[in-house]
């Protein structure tokens, strides 16, 4: 069946380098993906979003990145802060469904 | 804008016991959304409502699983009767629309409701 998926659960980083968090999916009628970060305790939070007729968008410290030959999606965090620890998810959707990856956990070292 | 807000944040019950879930959903919202979210399968859509109307109710695991919408700023999320495997942590989404313009989130989540049936 087709999925969203993540490539490694966990990532740690040090404090200030830039992070990437990567993702894999294999539904290619999806046309739109998103990031979303959940802290403990919250519900997830709105990163960024990409539309499939690009291949990059940035925003504020975030930068996501398409590739729909291979199927990938990443997300790039630049100057990693301690506030940037949580459990990032990339989600594709497919009309109104979204399905969600399993997750990243980042943990960023002081 | 306060968010979308659900209540309780935890739930304690005992297996066969009725539970009640609720969800405000954000002023002008039409859209509103269950999840669940597990460890073992992460975050699955159970129901969505559009214009207080239930239009896919295909993820709701079973008959014990009821959603109803009575108007556009609140909704509940029924099990009756619970059992142990209902354990998850439960969210409500609302969106303006269903895929949401440039920049901005399709779905805005609650903190969800921590339910532990045993």
């Known amino acids: 069946g087709e999925s969203v998926g993540l490539h490694l659960p966990t990532l740690s980083v040090q404090e200030g380098d830039n992070s990437i968090i990567n993702c894999a999916y294999s539904?290619?009628?999806?046309?739109?993906f998103i990031w979303y970060k959940q802290e403990s305790g919250k519900g997830p939070q709105f990163i960024i979003d990409?539309?499939?007729?690009?291949d990059k968008r940035q925003g504020q410290r975030v930068t996501v990145l398409l590739n729909k030959t291979v199927k990938h999606l990443s997300l790039q965090i630049a100057a990693t802060q301690p506030g940037d620890s949580a459990v990032y998810f990339c989600?594709?959707?497919?009309?109104?469904?979204?399905?969600f990856g399993a997750g990243t956990t980042v943990t960023v070292r002081a | 804008d306060a968010g979308v807000i659900q209540s309780p944040r935890h739930e304690v019950t005992e297996m066969g016991q009725e539970v009640t879930l609720r969800c405000k959903p954000i002023?002008?919202?039409?859209?509103l959304f269950w999840y669940r979210q597990t460890m073992m399968r992460g975050l699955e859509l159970l129901i969505y409502?559009?214009?207080?109307?239930?239009?896919?109710d295909s993820g709701m695991p079973e008959d014990r699983f009821s959603a109803k919408m009575p108007n556009a700023s609140f909704s509940t999320l029924k099990i009756q009767p619970s059992e142990p495997r209902d354990s998850a942590v439960y969210f409500c989404?609302?969106?303006?629309?269903?895929?949401?313009?440039?920049?901005?989130?399709?779905?805005?989540f609650g903190n969800g409701t921590r339910l532990t049936v045993t």
């Open positions: 989404a609302s969106s303006l629309e269903l895929r949401g313009q440039e920049n901005n989130s399709p779905l805005h």
């Open positions: 002023s002008g919202h039409d859209y």
């Open positions: 539904n290619s009628a999806s046309d739109y």
């Open positions: 989600a594709e959707a497919n009309d109104y469904k979204l399905s």
């Open positions: 409502f559009n214009n207080n109307v239930p239009i896919d």
């Open positions: 990409i539309r499939s007729n690009m």
